[in-house]
């Protein structure tokens, strides 16, 4: 799969829900682990690669080996508590890195590739990679969770780099 470089607008999007886990979503799901995976990612949203549907897959952290990865599909984040700083890049924004805000700990509810809800409290850099993508859903980039002085500091560059 290709993934979509900003300022593709598709990445502005706000995507719709997932009604149907048939087997060719099944299939866009394996090959988005793979795309992730062989770009070096830790995560990548639905939009990024062109598919406008609320779902992500991210490394999955809890394990040691890093081998395996979560699928999340119309995660809803129901709690959101505390204040971390943690710096980010984007697969879509290739090159650039910087500090943005992200809550500390959260509660998303989402379904697996099964159907069944699953809830999920992660800390740490999951709790980070989850609010990351899940912000794709909503076509928000994680320069719009920097403060509006840096964001615009940074988008300056970026647009430079990519207009
Ligand atoms: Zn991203």
Known sequence: MDIKI???PILKQECKEVSNIDSSFVRNIDNMIKTMKSADGIGLAAPQ???SERFFVCVDFSNDSKEDSLVLINPVIVKA???IESKEG???IPGFYDYVFR????QINALDLDGNEIIYNPEGIQSVVFQHEYDHLDGILFP???SKIK???LMKKIDKEFR
């Open 90 to 92: 984007c697969l879509s």
């Open 49 to 51: 690669v062109g598919i």
């Open 6 to 8: 900003y300022p593709d």
């Open 81 to 83: 508590e505390g204040r």
């Open 151 to 153: 964001k615009d500091i």
């Open 144 to 146: 719009e969770r920097m």
């Open 103 to 106: 809550y500390e700990y959260i």
